[in-house]
């Protein structure tokens, strides 16, 4: 099992600790429901550092990210960061990314999903033209030298601008700027965010006493605020209730971007890409099932895998995130349902334990 460059500081401050993706990370600390409302009202602090991140730099680099992704990345100029997908041959997603254009047309940073390092470097190399007409991209695999830190919540900015003369407070959605932070250079700070709570992430290598220093002037600056290192597990019940996606759960190699309410990052007009016919196809004629947001009438908590069913215990779809909302104080849940009975308050039933639990489809994010 892999260690980040925190391991230690979450063991040293008590997390309960956890295998995630083949690494050693903090689930929580001072549990889920203090840490999801520290970021809603405050800020926290989540080693991602287990992420992984691909530098593809030449002239080739954006035709390369424009045939593997969905989303149009001839949009992003410097300094903008956008979502997007991987899609396999079928129209299913090899992975959700986010694409970071440090020079336009040249150099772009790709973050991808832990679980996934491997499978998705093997995929877009695989379409790196190495021969013919195609223009080779040079490829960096930078996962290990790199450490994250998502500082997340509505106070987030507010502390950490002291750190740094880059103009952290006013970092618009989606972009993200570079330079010196806690006496660190070449650190990147970005705003995409994946709590719905504001915030930015912190980007930096992995070397020399980066780690500690950026560490300690973060938890310095944000004493007197209150933050707090906070764990995997409210991360997720905070990107669930915002019905942000979490690859491996809501999004998989079987589902498409269109079922899975992705069609706003699948540029269908912007040429040709992986699966682009299927996923025209699926456009004109309508997708069969969809991914829906539920909340539960009857008590209990859906779980992922959980079966949905009509009113007459017929299998409709099946969960693929639920948990009690911190923040609403309901259970709610996501989930592919068939296309009839996607429509908001449209009455579904859970199945736990044999029984049949009343839920209603509603907006997306939860409220």
């Not at 779980?303 to 259970?331: F, M, W």
């Amino acid at each position: 099992m892999k260690n980040t460059p925190f391991t230690q500081k979450h063991i040293e401050l008590g997390a309960k600790m956890a295998a995630f993706a083949g690494y050693n990370m903090p689930i929580s600390y001072s549990g889920i429901n203090d840490e999801h409302q520290t970021v809603r009202r405050n800020a926290g602090v989540f080693d991602v550092s287990h992420m992984g991140e691909f530098m593809l730099k030449g002239e080739g680099a954006l035709d390369l990210i424009q045939r593997v992704t969905s989303n149009d990345a001839s949009k992003l100029t410097a300094g903008k960061a956008q979502y997007s997908c991987l899609p396999n041959e079928q129209g299913g997603i090899v992975d959700d990314l986010l694409v970071y254009c440090i020079e336009e047309n040249k150099v772009y940073m790709l973050v991808v999903n832990a679980s996934n390092i491997e499978k998705d470097w093997n995929w877009i190399q695989q379409h790196n033209p190495s021969t013919g007409s195609g223009q080779a991209v040079e490829m960096h695999n930078i996962s290990d030298d790199t450490c994250l830190l998502a500082v997340q919540g509505p106070n987030a900015t507010k502390i950490l601008q002291s750190l740094t003369e880059m103009d952290i407070l006013n970092l618009k959605y989606y972009t993200f700027v570079k330079g010196e932070f806690a006496g660190v250079k070449n650190v990147l700070v970005s705003a995409t965010g994946y709590t719905g709570a504001g915030g930015v992430e912190i980007y930096f290598e992995n070397k020399d006493d980066n780690a500690e220093k950026i560490w300690n002037a973060i938890f310095e600056a944000g004493a007197a605020q209150g933050i707090k290192p906070i764990g995997l597990a409210a991360r997720d019940t905070l990107r669930l209730e915002m019905g942000y996606c979490l690859y491996g759960n809501d999004i998989d190699d079987t589902t498409s971007p269109l079922e899975a309410g992705l069609a706003w990052i699948t540029k269908l007009s912007k040429g040709d890409f992986t699966a682009r016919e299927i996923l025209q196809k699926q456009k004109e004629e309508g997708v069969k099932r969809k991914l829906v947001g539920f909340e539960m009438v009857d008590k209990g908590i859906p779980r992922h895998h959980y079966e949905i069913c009509d009113k007459d215990g017929n299998p409709i779809g099946y969960v693929t995130s639920g948990t009690q909302s911190p923040s609403l104080g309901k259970a709610i849940g996501m989930g592919y349902v068939d296309i009839a009975h996607s429509s908001l308050d449209s009455i579904v039933y859970i199945k736990v334990r044999e029984k049949l639990l009343q839920a209603k489809v509603v907006k997306i994010p939860f409220a």
